[in-house]
């Protein structure tokens, strides 16, 4: 084998196994990672958390920007965005869910076959910390975005 094609060969290995765990897209085992760093989420039985979600959409500004969540025996108690210290309720705050409610997006977007699904995961906890979301290709304005700006911090 020629020494240029073992060195692309040997190139194209490297970068597939080194985006394997931490990044996902849509395609052969990206359901099956998701399940993995639930599984791992799942393993701290953290049912009582606060963290910060940063959620990007093209809709209204209730829809969107950093949020306090609190989290209480796995019920939602408090949607707070952090730089105003405004409580959100009703439909607004139903777009900021749990870290569970997170993975359960992802899910959905693989469910539903979406063109790109990117995800970026705490290798500690299994947390998604970055999610994109392309639903469709051809048309513009409809991705969904996520980012947790603080990790769940467990309550007493």
Do not use: K
Not at 105 to 127: H, L, M, S
């Amino acid at each position: 084998m020629p020494f240029r094609v073992l060195n692309m060969l040997l190139l194209v290995a490297g970068a597939v196994g080194a985006g394997g765990c931490e990044v996902l897209g849509v395609g052969d085992g990206a359901e099956r990672e998701l399940e993995w760093h639930r599984d791992r989420w799942v393993s701290l039985a953290m049912t009582s958390y606060e963290y910060v979600l940063s959620r990007q959409c093209f809709c209204a500004p209730t829809f969107t920007g950093s949020v306090r969540v609190r989290v209480e025996n796995g019920i939602v108690t408090s949607r707070v965005f952090d730089n105003a210290n405004d409580s959100i309720r009703g439909e607004p705050g139903d777009a900021f869910p749990t870290v569970e409610g997170l993975f359960d997006v992802i899910g959905e977007a693989y469910d539903r076959d979406a063109y790109r699904v990117d995800v970026t995961f705490d290798p500690e906890t299994g947390v998604p910390l970055d999610v994109y979301i392309d639903y469709d290709e051809n048309i513009l304005d409809e991705e969904l975005g996520f980012e947790v700006r603080t990790l769940p911090v467990s309550l007493p």
